[in-house]
């Protein structure tokens, strides 16, 4: 099994920035691929940002392009995303997830076999 613990959020000006981290444990060793999803009120949950833990690469939602930033320390377990130039609809609840094996699209959840919490995030 494999724990995620997601910090940083909070509430931001439009244009404003803030970094999530997600601390992961336990069995970490069966995880490839760490991935940032959000979801808000009423709306379905969505791919923001994925990373390979091998260092294979990144992938990012259309929306999220140009601001934020997906980047992990592997010798820590923890993935970082940097959100910059916050809008208004980036409002959500942030979550962390870990997944192993064949993952055909990083963005999708359903691949994800690890969740964290979530954390709020607030652009106004």
């Known amino acids: 099994h494999v724990q995620l613990v997601e910090s940083g959020g909070g509430s931001v000006q439009a244009g404003g920035s803030l970094r999530l981290s997600c601390a992961a444990s336990?069995?970490?060793?069966?995880?490839?691929?760490m991935g940032w999803f959000h979801q808000a009120p009423g709306k379905e949950r969505e791919g923001v940002a994925s990373?390979?833990?091998?260092?294979?690469?990144?992938f990012y939602a259309n929306s999220k392009k140009g601001r934020f930033i997906i980047s992990q320390d592997i010798a820590n377990n923890t993935v970082y995303l940097q959100m910059n130039s916050l809008k208004p609809e980036d409002t959500a609840m942030y979550y962390c997830?870990?997944?192993?094996?064949?993952?055909?699209?990083?963005?999708?959840?359903?691949?994800?076999?690890?969740w964290g919490q979530g954390t709020q995030v607030t652009g106004s």
């Open positions: 997830a870990a997944g192993g094996g064949w993952i055909p699209d990083p963005l999708s959840g359903s691949h994800y076999n690890y």
């Open positions: 336990g069995d970490t060793h069966r995880v490839n691929c």
């Open positions: 990373i390979w833990s091998g260092g294979g690469g990144a």
